[in-house]
């Protein structure tokens, strides 16, 4: 059976209907940055969401190829996420898409180093012919957040978020967000094939206790 990072963590991955604060490890991720409306057809996201699968499925392979990885175990490829902020705005405002800022990432196993990357960048590159100068091997820490399971379209968001922000109120807690800790989603369903209705989203957002 192969490892599967949504079941071996489901604290992660797997939260309730209402907030819950938890502390996140640092992790290694492939990442691409950019800027722009996520929703734009053959746009700047949709092309990077590309370029991070075809590193991921490059290394997930890797063990059919005659490169060899330390400590390699079969695994699922984790899900797709997105760490998205705004200039001068707390959290996300959707009603302007088009100022969005992202780092789009997909985790990456404990036994993938730097080398092991490079290699699969390297690979996906001669096999596919995409542009990958912008993908990089991202450590992130995010360290003490709330978060909570959002059910249905990115639209609807605002109204998740707002019982965060009244749970963190109630328990003296604040939002944290800084020029590296951003409002943070994890795509539990694949909207190319799910009805908007029944996505669900993990909304994660970095938090610190409220000082009096």
Request: net charge negative; proline share 5%.
């Amino acid at each position: 059976m192969a490892f599967d990072f949504k079941k071996e963590f489901k604290e992660y991955y797997m939260p309730k209907n209402k907030p819950e604060i938890v502390t996140v490890p640092k992790a290694n991720y492939i990442a691409v940055r950019g800027k722009g409306n996520p929703n734009e057809e053959g746009g700047e996201y949709k092309q990077a969401v590309g370029i991070l699968y075809a590193i991921a499925y490059t290394l997930k392979m890797s063990y059919k190829s005659d490169y060899k990885i330390e400590g390699f175990f079969e695994y699922v490829v984790p899900p797709l996420e997105g760490f998205w902020w705004q200039e001068g705005v707390d959290g996300c405002d959707y009603s302007i898409k088009a100022e969005f800022n992202w780092i789009s990432v997909i985790r990456l196993p404990d036994f993938v180093t730097k080398k092991d990357f490079d290699w699969a960048v390297e690979t996906a590159y001669a096999k596919k012919k995409m542009d990958c100068s912008r993908v990089e091997f991202l450590t992130i820490d995010e360290g003490l957040c709330v978060q909570i399971m959002h059910h249905g379209p990115f639209d609807d968001e605002p109204a998740t978020v707002a019982i965060m922000d009244k749970y963190l109120e109630d328990h003296g807690y604040r939002n944290d967000f800084s020029n590296d800790r951003f409002h943070h989603e994890i795509y539990m369903s694949d909207a190319r094939k799910v009805a908007p209705e029944k996505w669900t989203t993990v909304i994660r957002h970095p938090i610190c206790k409220k000082s009096f």
